[in-house]
């Protein structure tokens, strides 16, 4: 039987295919055709450097399987191997436009003309200048249409993001041409704008992991406002080395000893203010090969681009030495908001080896202000590869502005105080009340006692003299208050009756108090001479008839 490690093994490995092929599938469906033959693209969209004639070939009827007029776009100058004519389509906002299709002009049978080589060239808001396209393998020129009816597809590796494209037409010898042509595509939805990283390092001479589909710029060893290879939508082989036998690019990859803080750091510019939930890391790990994925990362967020303000997201992963497949490396970031994400990766082996980087976010609704100084200790540092861009422009943040809060925060302060005074004011009300009834109870107790000691008073005459030791009467009930110093003291009964025994019987307890409560006595009015002993002691005396009579003590 099997271990059950081996089939956690086996199901991770194909859970890494599936995500594999899920990304290699994102791009494949990003190819509908985006308007030229059904004319949603408009007609005021299609420019041209110049039309042999406006209203017959003008560039309004460049649009592919459709014959209206002339049937084509033709310049008025022939096609030579140094283009000055063009032909412009414009998206209005960022599209993938992942590959082009041409044609000749048929003209119903009537043309002959055709552009066998063209050039692309591209805009896009962040570039703010015109990009010549070129191929993974550095091609500029592009293969067109051999004849007047058939569409030349040209599929584009890497695909262009653009707003504006336009076809030059190219021809090795000079002659003339007309064009019709299709962009194929989808809206990019991603929103990033470009991203900025350290350029790749070479392996050897003649191998480097450069970010060859870049298109922004190069200063020195820093790419800057651009998109490439880490956006392209493919993700590189399993086997990094196929590229190079191939003469192919499909990874980008840093040495660990060229960089003095161990870390890679890429940052991503978004088109507007969003709300993240997670980035997908498309990493190798030949580890037999020094090559593995990240051991951590650090996620930072800013609105404006200029201060990281807050805890970065920390990621550790969990280094595999089994499976040398390369793994979809998703990080959750909890919803965090900003319009400026940066990555820093740290060297897990010697080196790191990245494909593509997606992000799941969607866009923050609301008016945002210009991004506040935050104070120096609350601001995360960024390395000296990546210094802050003083020159950016439509800076935002999600705070409000400065006289704004000045108004609500006058208002709030006079409410807190207000509330405040209110608070005080009870405070001391129920104090000054809490003293009064102190007061008044302290009176009332005093007289409630003085009455209760009334209460309890009884005709001295007859009454025992209660020692104070005699008042510690466990039983309550017999127990008698004690009299007022200024109150006359009665006749000490001890003269009067013999003491109790020493140990009183089990059922009287409390003797004296017992014989007292049970005979009716009742003293006689004072002055009282006190009886003999004897007499108190002498029996009941019965005269000897035949009934006995009772005569007294």
């Known amino acids: 039987m099997f271990p059950t490690k081996f089939f956690e093994q086996l199901s991770f490995a194909v859970l890494l295919l599936c995500l594999s092929s899920t990304a290699n599938n994102e791009l494949s469906q990003c190819s509908a055709p985006l308007g030229m033959e059904t004319g949603a693209i408009k007609d005021e969209d299609i420019t041209a450097s110049s039309s042999f004639d406006s209203g017959n070939v003008g560039p309004q009827h460049a649009r592919v399987r459709t014959e209206i007029n002339g049937g084509a776009w033709c310049p008025q100058t022939s096609a030579t191997a140094e283009p000055e004519e063009w032909l412009q389509v414009d998206l209005h906002?960022?599209?993938?436009?992942?590959?082009?299709?041409?044609?000749?002009?048929?003209?119903?049978?009537?043309g002959v003309e055709f552009t066998e080589a063209y050039m692309l060239e591209y805009w896009r808001p962040r570039l703010s200048k015109w990009i010549r396209y070129r191929t993974v393998n550095g091609d500029e020129v592009l293969n067109g249409n051999i004849n007047t009816y058939l569409e030349s597809k040209t599929q584009l590796e890497p695909p262009i993001w653009a707003t504006k494209i336009r076809f030059l037409p190219y021809s090795y010898h000079k002659r003339t041409v007309c064009m019709r042509v299709e962009l194929y595509g989808c809206r990019w939805s991603d929103g990033i704008v470009s991203y900025s990283m350290p350029q790749g390092d070479k392996r050897s001479p003649n191998w480097e992991f450069y970010d060859s589909a870049y298109d922004g710029y190069w200063d020195g060893g820093k790419l800057k406002d651009g998109l490439g290879l880490l956006t392209d939508g493919h993700t590189g082989p399993d086997d990094f080395k196929q590229t190079f036998y191939d003469n192919s690019q499909g990874w980008v990859g840093w040495r660990n000893d060229t960089r003095e803080q161990r870390f890679v750091e890429i940052s991503f510019e978004f088109d507007k203010i969003r709300d993240f939930t997670a980035v997908h890391i498309f990493a190798n790990n030949q580890f037999t090969k020094d090559v593995e994925v990240f051991a951590k990362a650090d996620v930072m967020f800013s609105i404006g681009g200029r201060r990281y303000k807050g805890e970065p997201i920390t990621f550790d992963y969990i280094e595999d030495h089994i499976f040398e497949s390369p793994r979809n490396v998703s990080i959750k970031l909890h919803h965090r908001i900003g319009r400026f994400v940066t990555l820093r990766l740290y060297f897990a082996s010697r080196w790191i080896l990245l494909s593509e980087i997606t992000f799941d976010s969607d866009v923050v609704k609301g008016n945002f202000t210009e991004e506040e100084e935050y104070p120096q200790e609350n601001v995360i540092q960024m390395s000296p590869s990546h210094p802050p861009e003083i020159n950016r422009k439509q800076q935002v943040t999600a705070v409000d502005s400065p006289n704004d809060m000045g108004q609500y925060l006058g208002i709030v302060a006079g409410l807190l105080s207000v509330l405040a005074l209110l608070v005080i004011s009870v405070v001391v009300f129920i104090l000054i009340q809490q003293r009064r009834h102190k007061?008044?109870?302290?009176?009332?107790?005093?007289?409630?006692?003085?009455?209760?000691?009334?209460?309890?008073?009884?005709?001295?005459?007859?009454?025992?003299?209660?020692?104070?030791?005699?008042?510690?009467?466990?039983?309550?009930?017999?127990?008698?208050?004690?009299?007022?110093?200024?109150?006359?003291?009665?006749?000490?009964?001890?003269?009067?009756?013999?003491?109790?025994?020493?140990?009183?019987?089990a059922p009287e307890r409390y003797y004296a108090a017992t014989e007292i409560c049970n005979s009716r006595f009742v003293p006689p009015s004072p002055p009282l001479s006190t009886p003999p002993l004897a007499r108190l002691n002498r029996q009941p005396r019965y005269v000897s008839t035949n009934v006995n009579t009772y005569v007294g003590p």
Do not use: M, W
């Not at 906002?93 to 009537?110: D, L």
């Not at 110093?485 to 019987?505: C, G, V």
């Open 93 to 110: 906002t960022v599209h993938v436009i992942s590959s082009v299709g041409t044609q000749g002009r048929f003209g119903n049978g009537q």
């Open 439 to 505: 007061h008044s109870t302290g009176q009332t107790q005093v007289q409630n006692n003085s009455e209760k000691a009334a209460l309890y008073c009884e005709p001295n005459v007859g009454r025992l003299n209660i020692s104070p030791s005699y008042a510690d009467v466990r039983d309550p009930e017999y127990a008698v208050p004690l009299q007022s110093q200024s109150r006359p003291t009665a006749p000490n009964l001890q003269n009067i009756f013999p003491k109790p025994p020493p140990i009183p019987p």
